[in-house]
Every structure is written in structure tokens, then in C-alpha cells.
């Protein structure tokens, strides 16, 4: 057996001091992904003693890693599909709150508002989303907190509603605001995808609530939460908008 060298034990050494400085198990999952495959030279010369010094570096390691992934991120490849005899029942509800507090959103008062690079601004209603060409698809929810689950998922492929609003598909990002104040944000080479999905049922029935009403983003390419739930604004932009927990050191590409 080679014996470790001074280099492998200085990077175990940082690797650990540096992942006990995050509060959360699930970022700290990714970080140690993303430094051991190749960040860990972020942290040359990096002091710590120094939390900022530290988080910094962790920070551009997350950027660092972003790229890594985009670069690699392949629009054609298409995400596992499963039968219906696969899918998991139930699925699990997931949020940062618990179930007594999911957004009840009106369906009638409902609408959709697109803003940002867009030619059509217009407001979209339910029964107008409704109307779009529909796919469903069964597929599996990764979750950074190490479980997954298999569903069906049914709406409008998010490429055909991008092209309907005349929306700029040279922009670099989409961003999503939702009934529950979570935001999130995604590139446009993956919101092009053609398993990228607004969401309006679930299982061939209206999306429930606890899955999130009206209308989710369904991106079987990426980590669960970069699929935002109850789902009221849309916009594109080329500025970065960040994302609920993107804001608090997770990684923004997200993929799975």
C-alpha cells in the first residue's frame, strides 16, 4: 500500500478544518465534493484560522465548480426515465418548512407573471398554460440531503413556453420567484433542456399543494432544490439572481 504523502495529509488536514466550519451536513457533502475534485488548490495559502478567509475560498471553490459543471453539462443527454410501476408512493413532501405551512394559491386568481427578456409580458393564467402542447414524463427527484424518489410529472415543456413568450434564449439565466418566498435561478442551456418542465400535475391529477401549486419547475438534470415549487414569477435575464439557498453557499449549477 502507498504510504499517504505530505501533499494528500496537508489536503485531509484542510479538507476537514474547512468542512467543520459549515453549519449544514448537506453543503457540507457538496463542498467535499467539489474539493476533492480538484478545488482543494483554492485553498492554498488560505489561513485557517480566518472563517472568512475560509468561507471565501469555499465560496470560489462554489463558483469554480459551477463552471466545471456547465462546461460539462450536455443539453441534448436526456435525465433516467422510469415505468409507473416505479414511482414512489408516496412521494415525500420536501421544504424548508413543514407541511402546515404550504402556500394555499387561489386557481382562479392565479396568474403567471414574465418579466426581464421577454417580447410577451403578458400575465398567464392556468387555463392558458393549460392550453400549450403537454408532456409528462416520469423521472427521478435528487435530493442533496442524500434520498431520491421517482414521479410523473406532467406540463408544458419549459423550451416551448420560453419560444411562445419570445423569450431571449442567448440570455444566460432564468430566475423563479414562488408563492413561499423561495427564489432560485437556472442557466438557459438547462431551461432549454427537453425535460425541463412547468409542472401542473402530478401522478395525472392537478399538482397538489404539498407538491407545489400551481405550478412547479420540474428539472430532472438537477438537485431538488433547483426545482422551485408554487411557482408565481418567471424572468429572464444576464444578471445573476442567485437563489434561496444558492445565497447561503450552496452550489448554483446544482446538476445531478
Known sequence: MRKPTHQTADRDIILREALARIDSPARRRFL????????????????????????????????FNDKVQ????????LAPTYDESEMTRPFPFNAF??????????????????????????????TELGALPQADQVTRHICV???????KWGGVPF?????????????????FK??????????????????????LTYDGETLPARYGFPMKVRIPTKLGYKNPKHVQAIFVTNTYPGGYWEDQGYNWFGGS
Do not use: N
Open 159 to 175: 423550451h416551448v413556453f420560453l419560444k411562445r413568450i419570445g423569450a431571449d434564449l442567448d440570455a444566460k439565466y432564468v430566475g
Open 178 to 199: 414562488c408563492a413561499d418566498d423561495y427564489y432560485t435561478s437556472i442557466d438557459m442551456p438547462t431551461a432549454l433542456h427537453p425535460q425541463t418542465q412547468l409542472t
Open 97 to 126: 418548512y413543514g407541511l402546515d405551512r404550504v402556500p394555499q394559491v387561489d386557481a382562479d386568481g392565479f396568474r403567471l407573471e414574465v418579466t426581464g427578456l421577454v417580447a410577451d409580458r403578458h400575465p398567464w393564467s392556468l
Open 32 to 63: 467535499k465534493g467539489s474539493l476533492t475534485l480538484g478545488g482543494l488548490s483554492l485553498l492554498t495559502g488560505c489561513d485557517l484560522g480566518d472563517s472568512a478567509g475560509v468561507e471565501g475560498a469555499l465560496r470560489r471553490i462554489d463558483r
Open 70 to 77: 456547465a462546461w460539462l453539462f450536455d443539453p441534448k443527454r
Open 145 to 151: 440531503e442524500g434520498w431520491s424518489a421517482i414521479g
